[in-house]
């Protein structure tokens, strides 16, 4: 009877052992990160995300509003690149406000077109309206620039900087190496064509000084060697 009370005892202790060993072997159950607590919307976690989401939305609006504006500059400059006459080497104040002239009657097609489509009879409604009117005020902003102050073109007037800008393939990352210049209706009433001439040739001049000069402090710049 012992021998039997001795088993049964010996058999319950075997079992609450090998619980124990199962216990301790299963994995834990994690406590919630402190990141998994809901935030307070007054705290300074709260206000420092908001924050940040902030500036992470005007961060991705410039990126946009720059890549935009690069963009526009590349079609402009590919527009002035096409109405280049093969067989100059530089172009007259004159001759690049004809170029401008040109270049503020580019959307007269298009304008054309949607006054063409809107003229149909029994058309509800104006089609291409927002189009039309963003290319009128475009046009009328540019006009105002070309006859006061000036407007910005790439610089065909210089010798050089004409080479370089036909040379441009339409990367946008070389923008900064075009040279550009502004130019303004207001010459053609002031300086007869030649006079332009004599300026276009000593505007050239100046540039090849410049280049001298620069020859020369790179050779001021040489070592000497004995």
């Keep these: 009877m012992k021998d039997h009370f001795r088993f049964l005892f010996s058999c319950q202790h075997k079992h609450k052992l090998h619980a124990h060993t199962l216990e301790s072997k299963m994995p834990k159950a994690q406590k919630s990160k402190a990141a998994d607590k809901v935030v307070h919307p007054f705290s300074r976690k709260a206000a420092y995300l908001n924050r940040e989401e902030v500036r992470l939305k005007r961060k991705e609006r410039m990126k946009s509003e720059k890549a935009t504006r690069l963009s526009n500059i590349g079609e402009k400059l590919l527009w002035f690149q096409s109405q280049l006459d093969p067989n100059k080497t530089n172009y007259t104040k004159r001759e690049a406000c004809e170029v401008v002239e040109r270049y503020l009657h580019r959307f007269d097609s298009e304008l054309e077109q949607i006054e063409l489509v809107n003229g149909i009879k029994g058309r509800q409604g104006r089609l291409h309206g927002a189009r039309e009117a963003a290319i009128k005020q475009s046009v009328e902003r540019e006009r105002a620039q070309f006859e006061g102050t ?48 004599e300026e276009v040739q000593h505007d050239d001049d100046d540039d090849d000084d410049e280049d001298e000069e620069e020859a020369l402090d790179d050779n001021m710049e040489m070592p000497e060697y004995h």
Excluded: A, C, Q, Y
Excluded at 158 to 175: A, E, I, M, V, Y
């Design 150 to 197: 000036g407007l910005e073109i790439p610089d065909i007037i210089n010798t050089k900087h004409l080479k370089s800008f036909r040379d441009w393939t339409g990367d946008l990352k070389k923008l900064p190496n075009i040279k550009m210049r502004k130019v303004s209706s207001k010459v053609l009433d002031t300086k007869t064509e030649m006079e332009e001439k």
